[in-house]
């Protein structure tokens, strides 16, 4: 399971992947070669305007957006990232309250384990 936990203002999102499913749209995304930059931006865009939204509001179309941004994020940060860069397992991503920009840090850091 890859976990993405999304935070902004005063809301937060658990975003969870079975590994399978992880794995056949990571795979599915890298098979068309998109620009890494370009997809990692577009994901954080996903993110806010996913997270802004009710359940209610989230068509089929927003469901996928929403599954490929957490695949790619996560993927990002575990694998493509610069070394000094990556992050070892799950990801947690804090909106800057004015909006400007995201902070991201391991989710061990920041999340105490279940159980």
Do not use: C
């Not at 599954?67 to 991503?93: M, Q, S, Y």
């Amino acid at each position: 399971m890859i976990t993405v936990y999304y935070k902004s203002g005063s809301a937060q999102w658990k975003y969870e992947l079975a590994d399978e499913e992880y794995e056949y749209v990571i795979s599915n995304v890298m098979e068309d070669d998109p620009d890494p930059q370009e997809m990692f931006d577009d994901s954080l865009e996903i993110l806010r305007d996913v997270s802004a939204m009710s359940e209610d509001e989230m068509d089929e179309d927003d469901q996928i957006d929403q599954t490929i941004a957490v695949a790619f994020l996560w993927h990002w940060f575990n694998k493509l990232a610069k070394p000094e860069d990556r992050i070892e397992g799950d990801v947690v991503l804090i909106e800057d309250e004015d909006g400007s920009g995201v902070t991201i840090l391991p989710a061990s850091d920041v999340i105490e384990e279940e159980g």
